[in-house]
């Protein structure tokens, strides 16, 4: 770090003896080293999910407090949840240092925000917020930017999200337009393809760091398909390199054999789990079940009322006779209690209470958010061994899985995108946390010589190069638009539209009426 930063060796010393997360530099860490990011330079860092990025920022926070740059660094991250995840990474790296103080701003406005931000003491300050919130105080007060001499983007990908992009965007084009020009501005994501573009537009003389072949944890892909004889019924499952267009490395034969299920009531006929027909969750839950001794566990959701319904059939499954007591020997049971006793004070009795119980707890937007940091907070510390989750876990939260169920991947019946998709995959064998994880993928559609386009689905998304670039929302309004039929929109059609719509809506909709 000291040739890298610039700085005498007396000025690190204190950082690596009291540090005890910090013992070798990750390669991630020394290529940013080698351009010059640990010396103030401006840049996008592109590398893969687990590599090292947090703490590389943090080592980046560190040589710019020492070097007396700032004494104010912004880390703005689009999720609360993975705000929470920062100022916890944050606060371990610099525990032994009382001078640094680490603080995460609400969403709920505060009288005393703005004082903390503009401060010219001595004091250094880690801020985490959200792209909303760090507009809120620009807003009020365009003279902070004045104080702000190191500037973090986690997830920078995410500005061009239909959602809630374009606040990002425009947030970005508000720092690059009134920051210092010396301020160090770092734009940081595991997905960017376009990587030099971006840098083009937000730092002019930035850097571009960009590696995909970083490796530090070992994970593994693997296909389940089904086969059937006239005596039973039987699962394989296919491990394959994603690299050599999905070649099998090795198979695990009959890994899931159909059982019966007890009847409940008056019910005659006979059912088996897993049900392929009736409940295509259920090869997920089967996987669940069987692997949790071996590590946590997430089933990946692609809706949240399919979340609920999977808790639900877990419920279901026990009553006829299918043991759940892995997950709760498993679990802190302590811990599971709490959270199931939280749940039913916002929700009730529910199925989300009822599997929280037995140590399987859901995560999605419909869950209130005090149970939703409960249950990130209970993964973070391996006291729970469960989770069905949606996205809203998959975006940068560190957590210990070991095993990633993916039975879909689509949403809002949308194929999800390839950069999500390597978002959600980080999500296992997180480095520091566990040394491999699996995913496993149970579309029956790998060795099966039918839909052979839903295996190509599976072949590019697991190739991390054919992740989307990255693109502006502000620009779509100004340019032109090609339809679906092909017929062009020019983009002064556009421009007059908007123009009509919003500068002069009365005399618009009564042109309309007309």
């Known amino acids: 770090m000291p040739l890298y930063s610039n700085l005498p060796e007396e000025k690190w010393r204190s950082t690596f003896i009291n540090n005890s997360k910090m013992r070798e530099m990750w390669p991630s860490q020394i290529l940013l080293g080698e351009n010059d990011i640990f010396d103030g330079k401006s840049g996008v860092v592109q590398m893969p999910t687990s590599s090292g990025k947090t703490t590389s920022v943090a080592l980046a926070i560190q040589s710019s407090f020492l070097s007396d740059r ?74 902070i930017i004045d104080y702000i001499n190191m500037i973090v983007f986690d997830e920078a990908h995410l500005f061009d999200d239909e959602s809630r992009g374009t606040d990002y965007e425009l947030l970005l084009s508000t720092i ?215 996205s809203t876990l998959a975006q940068g939260v560190n957590l210990p899985l070991k095993y990633l169920i993916i039975s879909n991947v689509y949403q809002s019946r949308e194929i999800i995108k390839v950069r999500d998709f390597h978002n959600l995959l980080g999500r296992t064998a997180r480095a520091g946390k566990q040394t491999e994880g699996t995913i496993i993928l149970t579309e029956n559609v790998y060795k099966t010589n039918q839909d052979s386009y839903k295996l190509d689905k599976y072949e590019h998304l697991l190739n991390a190069d054919n992740s989307e670039a990255c693109y502006s929302n502000l620009l779509k309004i100004v340019r032109g638009i090609e339809l679906s039929d092909k017929s062009p929109i020019p983009s002064s059609f556009i421009k007059k539209y908007i123009s009509s719509r919003y500068l002069n809506s009365e005399k618009y909709f009564e042109n309309r009426k007309k």
């Open 70 to 143: 700032t004494n104010i660094a912004i880390i703005v991250a689009p999720f609360r949840a993975l705000c929470r995840e920062i100022l916890l990474d944050l606060e371990n790296f610099f525990s032994f240092d009382e001078s640094v103080a680490v603080t995460e701003f609400s969403d709920i406005p505060k009288n005393n925000e703005i004082s903390i931000l503009s401060t010219d003491s001595s004091e250094k300050k880690i801020l985490v917020m959200t792209p909303e919130k760090l507009s809120y105080i620009l807003k009020h007060n365009k003279e």
């Open 176 to 390: 690059k337009y009134y920051i210092k020009d010396d301020a160090q501005k770092l734009l940081v994501s595991a997905v960017i393809s376009n990587a030099s573009q971006l840098n083009e537009w937000i730092n002019e003389q930035g850097v571009v760091v960009k590696n995909n072949t970083i490796k530090t944890t070992e994970k593994t892909v693997a296909f389940n398909t089904f086969n059937s004889t006239k005596r039973n019924s039987y699962s394989n499952l296919y491990f394959v390199d994603p690299i050599k267009g999905l070649e099998e490395e090795f198979f695990v034969p009959r890994v899931i054999q159909p059982v019966k299920l007890n009847k409940l009531g008056k019910e005659r006929n006979i059912r088996y789990f897993p049900d392929l027909e009736k409940n295509k969750q259920d090869v997920s839950i089967y996987y669940a079940i069987k692997l949790v001794k071996n590590g946590s566990v997430a089933i990946f959701c692609s809706r949240k009322d399919t979340v609920n319904k999977v808790l639900s059939r877990f419920i279901e499954l026990e009553e006829r006779g299918v043991p759940l007591t892995n997950f709760i020997e498993e679990s802190d049971i302590h811990e599971t209690t709490k959270i199931a006793r939280l749940i039913k004070e916002h929700l009730g009795e529910n199925p989300l209470y009822f599997s929280a119980l037995k140590g399987i707890v859901g995560h999605h937007s419909g869950v209130p958010n005090g149970v939703r940091v409960s249950t990130e907070y209970a993964l973070r510390n391996s006291l729970l061994s469960c989770v069905v989750c949606t």
